[in-house]
């Protein structure tokens, strides 16, 4: 990738240069407005953490398309994978021709997976998909409908995932009626909402009989929901729950796994063993595959051909998932997740010592957020002050993303393949764009 010097980028940062305005009138006439992009450019080359775009500015990306970038941007070995695979054969439909590399991706993923059970795993093509086949596993093998999900879940677009979702817009609103049999229960959550074991499953109990619940499904650490870790107690206590009730759990690990967290596994860090865990975004560096992993018990209840798809596990994308974990395993970036989330912990109280803007820092490994609140009493949410540091910071250069009900969690999905002085920069404009939101 070619560099251009950062002062000729700098006059451009946070804006589409001519080449990129050219483009994005196209994109006007023919793509549906819905599909809008957080960057006001179009994209030439990527590489690691930094993009560059069609008029020759580079950008650190702190969102790795959406959590999808562990390895980061077109990592040599996974380009490497993806053409290699594609030029013996790129499709046939795993249910008429099977191929090796997904069985060596399921291979590999079982031995991430936490506890002893003996493990199965079935791919899909999105995170979507994955949750969707959790659940129709769940109902499978319990023969019940009733699906338990969480306030600030996200889950995905498709009917069943939407309403599994929990905001209202832009993902719910004038797309029901939904599907039935789904029960929303609160999230513990320490920051908001600390509520005990006991309360929690009193209000489950108001709602939905056990008896009757196929799945709960649930984010170990809520993704889109703001990043929010649930209290400590509460993930081993739902597992205990399940067993009791013949509930299958479901982990959506979409977000939090492939290493992120600093463990393989979030669900690993809070000492459970979840029946299923759906896996998405970095398994294939961005390329569409998705899998549910769990306990084989449960999966081999399902019968022949009753999960699937044309596309799913798709060859190239199995390849490019070995390659992900070659790159996890050989740079060590399970530990160095646990190293970034040391380092932005550390950035992110000092800011809050310093911005009354930051109510709360929080996260698990290099799964790191910060909320920001108008006042740290009432802790309304200043979800406008977080669109214009989000702004400031592309003016510096930064791509960062929002997450939250509210949309004023500042969260980092950066590459775990960053280099320490990108972090450095990268902190460094996210402190400038809240000096300058701080200071009116
Ligand atoms: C936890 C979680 N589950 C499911 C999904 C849906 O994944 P996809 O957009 O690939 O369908 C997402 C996407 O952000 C997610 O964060």
């Not at 029901?176 to 109990?205: C, I, Q, T």
Request: hydrophobic share 40%; charged share 25%; glycine share 10%.
């Amino acid at each position: 990738m070619q560099q251009s010097t950062a002062e000729a980028g700098k006059a451009e940062w946070g804006q589409a240069g001519p080449q990129s305005q050219e483009l994005l009138k196209r994109k006007e006439r023919v793509v549906a407005p819905a599909c809008t992009s957080l960057a006001p450019f179009m994209i030439a080359e990527s590489r690691g953490t930094v993009v560059r775009d069609v008029d020759g500015n580079e950008y650190l990306d702190f969102t790795g398309g959406w959590g999808c970038l562990i390895v980061g941007h077109t990592h040599p070995r996974v380009v490497e994978a993806i053409r290699s695979q594609s030029e013996k054969y790129v499709h046939t439909d795993f249910s008429v021709i099977p191929y090796e590399p997904y069985v060596a991706l399921a291979e590999r993923l079982v031995r991430y997976a936490p506890g002893e059970r003996p493990k199965r795993v079935a791919f899909f093509n999105s995170g979507a998909e994955a949750v969707e086949n959790a659940v129709k596993i769940a109902r499978f093998h319990t023969k019940r409908r009733a699906v338990v999900v969480f306030e600030g879940a996200f889950h995905g677009r498709t009917l069943l995932t939407m309403t599994m979702t929990h905001k209202a817009s832009p993902y719910k609103a004038h797309f029901g009626p939904f599907a039935p049999d789904v029960y929303r229960v609160p999230f513990p959550n320490p920051y908001r909402n600390p509520m005990s074991f006991s309360r929690w499953e009193a209000h489950l109990k108001s709602l939905v009989d056990p008896e009757e619940v196929a799945a709960v499904v649930v984010e170990p650490i809520q993704g889109e929901g703001g990043f929010v870790v649930p209290t400590r107690e509460f993930l081993p206590k739902l597992r205990e729950f399940c067993t009791e009730h013949g509930i299958v759990l479901v982990a959506d690990e979409v977000q939090t796994g492939v290493g992120r967290t600093g463990t393989f596994f979030a669900s690993e860090q809070f000492g459970i063993e979840p029946d299923l865990i759906c896996m998405g975004k970095s398994l294939a560096s961005g390329l569409p595959l998705s899998g549910v992993l769990g306990a084989a018990e449960v999966v081999d209840s399902v019968p022949d051909s009753a999960i699937g798809g044309t596309y799913v596990g798709n060859p190239v994308a199995c390849a490019a998932g070995l390659a992900v974990l070659d790159v996890l395993e050989g740079e060590k970036l399970l530990e160095r997740a646990r190293e970034l989330g040391e380092k932005l912990e550390a950035r992110f109280r000092e800011f809050q010592q310093k911005f009354v803007l930051i109510g709360d820092v929080r996260g698990l490994g290099a799964m790191r957020a910060l909320e920001l609140v108008k006042d740290r009493e009432t802790k309304e949410p200043a979800s406008e002050e977080t669109a214009r540091i989000i702004e400031g910071a592309l003016r510096r250069g930064v791509i960062l993303a929002k997450a939250g009900l509210y949309g004023n969690v500042l969260r980092m999905l950066l590459p775990l393949v960053i280099a320490d002085e990108e972090l450095e920069r990268g902190l460094n404009a996210l402190r400038e764009a809240l000096e300058e939101v701080s200071s009116g």
